[in-house]
């Protein structure tokens, strides 16, 4: 059964550095998503993209984050400046359209800035 | 704005014990309903959907949930509950009125089986 994959699973950095965080989702998807889940709390939407671009991105998502879709399979974040706050897991998700489509969570990425 | 209420926060069963966890939304049309599981370490897998005709629905691993309009719920049920259904479990709406499909997830709930 297609997945979403991510990597890598553990990312550690030092904060103000720059990381980029990758995910291949399932391959005849047309939307692509990232979410996070700081410890302990609920998971909270980032980013949604489509058509190689941005369709909505909430308040969380600001100047320090970007993303691009490189190639046909990758999907990636980037976080430009890390801060002690940006530490959770990242999950990226992936549909094949709208409305009654669901997402497809790929594992998340666990990012520690220290 | 949609929002989505889970009231329990941990929950504990025996195992063979039947389950049901709740489910409260705010939103302004038809919602999109999701049930999403989380195991340990984990990614998030979808237990069941919603968006319209049959308001009970049926998912994966025996679980089943009923939308209630009047209520504005979404509670998920299981009959009887298996000592590997233990996780987190967390209810979300769809929303694409921004144009992007965006799901917004409840704080979710703990389950505990006791065997």
């Known amino acids: 059964e297609p997945e979403v994959t991510q990597t890598p699973s553990h990312q550690v950095t030092q904060m103000g550095q720059e990381v980029i965080l990758r995910c291949v989702p399932i391959?005849?998807?047309?939307?692509f998503y990232w979410y996070r889940q700081i410890l302990g709390q609920k998971v909270e939407f980032l980013v949604s993209f489509y058509n190689n671009e941005i369709s909505e991105k909430s308040e969380i998502f600001d100047d320090q984050f970007s993303v691009e879709r490189p190639d046909g399979s990758n999907f990636t974040l980037k976080i430009r400046s890390t801060k002690l706050e940006d530490s959770a897991m990242y999950f990226c998700?992936?549909?094949?359209?709208?409305?009654?489509?669901?997402?497809?969570f790929g594992p998340g990425t666990r990012l520690t800035v220290t | 704005a949609q929002s989505v209420t889970q009231p329990d926060i941990h929950i504990t069963v025996s195992e063979g014990a039947s389950l049901e966890l709740r489910c409260n939304y705010s939103y302004g049309a038809t919602p999109y309903l999701f049930w999403y599981v989380q195991s340990p370490g984990q990614g998030l897998q979808l237990l069941l959907k919603y968006f319209s005709g049959d308001t009970l629905v049926q998912g994966i691993k025996g679980f089943e949930a009923e939308f209630k309009r009047s209520q504005s719920s979404f509670n998920l049920r299981k009959p009887s509950v298996h000592w590997s259904d233990a996780a987190e479990y967390f209810c979300?709406?769809?929303?694409?009125?921004?144009?992007?499909?965006?799901?917004?997830f409840g704080t979710g709930t703990q389950l505990k089986v006791e065997l």
């Open positions: 391959s005849n998807h047309l939307y």
């Open positions: 979300a709406v769809g929303d694409e009125a921004g144009g992007g499909n965006k799901l917004t």
């Open positions: 998700a992936s549909s094949p359209g709208l409305r009654s489509y669901e997402q497809y």
